[in-house]
């Protein structure tokens, strides 16, 4: 069966590249446990001090 699941998850732009790190060590966790694909995605538009309704 396919599935897809998928999160927002809210990171400071100083603290992207420490996301990033932390991203590709889960990435590689999840891989081992079956995981096809993995997508990093990043809003261009936000409005600071705005807070997105989803």
């Given at each position: 069966m396919t599935y897809v699941d998928?999160?927002?998850?809210?990171v400071l732009a100083e603290n992207k590249e420490k996301?990033?790190?932390q991203?590709?060590?889960a990435a590689s966790v999840?891989?081992?446990h079956g995981v096809i694909e993995i997508y990093e995605?990043?809003?261009d538009d936000v409005p600071e001090g705005v807070?997105?309704?989803l």
């Open positions: 998928g999160y927002v998850i809210p996301y990033i790190e991203a590709k060590i999840f891989k081992e995605n990043w809003g807070l997105p309704v």
